[in-house]
Structure formats: structure tokens, C-alpha cells
């Protein structure tokens, strides 16, 4: 499975961006797709996830804000993202889980900042 982010840059507090996740390859069966997040001397934490069914969840700190969405028939993965924070800074990772396998994009950079 290959996968291919795109969509991050550089915002001011406030605004919106929205990234995509394309998957290709072996991208049948995929059955969770979500995005991380790293920011500098941090850890990666995740961010959104959404299984193939469509239930989703969310890190606390973007719930209302931060919206995962998935095109099953695209092998894609959205991730918009509004009222964006100075600490929503880093760089934004896809991944997919598929048959117990994990993979991972590389990495779009969101700066936030005025």
C-alpha cells in the first residue's frame, strides 16, 4: 500500500485546510485510515481515525474543530480541519491499517501561525 498526502501550508489562527490521503497498491481491504501528527520534541499522536464502516473518533484536543472523512470508492482519506490552533502545528502523517499491517505516508507540514 502506498499512500500519498498531500494539502498541508502555512495558515493563520483561525483558518481551515483540508488534507487528502490517497491509497494505491494493494489498497483493498484497508480497514482503518487516519492521520497523526508530530510536532517538534513530541511524540506522534494520532489525530482522527475512521474505519471502512464510517465510525470515526478523535483526539480531544481537535473534537469539534477536525473532521475525518473517507471515499471508499477513491481509496481516499480526508482530514478538514478548521479554527486551526498555533498548537496544531506539525507535521500531518496518513496511515492505513490493512489485514494487521500498518502503513504510512509521508509526512505534509501545517504551520499555523500569524
Known amino acids: 500500500v502506498q499512500l500519498q498526502a498531500s494539502g498541508g501550508g502555512l495558515v493563520q489562527p483561525g483558518g481551515s485546510l483540508r488534507l487528502s490521503c490517497a491509497a494505491s497498491?494493494?489498497?483493498?481491504?484497508?480497514?482503518?485510515m487516519g492521520w497523526y501528527r508530530q510536532a517538534p520534541g513530541k511524540q506522534r499522536e494520532l489525530v482522527a481515525a475512521?474505519?471502512?464502516?464510517?465510525?470515526?473518533s478523535y483526539a480531544d484536543s481537535v473534537k469539534g474543530r477536525f473532521t475525518i472523512s473517507r471515499d471508499n470508492g477513491k481509496n481516499t482519506v480526508y482530514l478538514q480541519m478548521n479554527s486551526l490552533k498555533p498548537e496544531d502545528t506539525a507535521v500531518y502523517y496518513c496511515?492505513?491499517?490493512?489485514?494487521?499491517?500498518?502503513?504510512w505516508g509521508q509526512g505534509t507540514q501545517v504551520t499555523v501561525s500569524s
Open positions: 497498491g494493494s489498497s483493498s481491504s484497508i480497514n482503518v
Open positions: 496511515n492505513a491499517l490493512r489485514r494487521g499491517t500498518s502503513y
Open positions: 475512521i474505519v471502512s464502516g464510517g465510525s470515526t
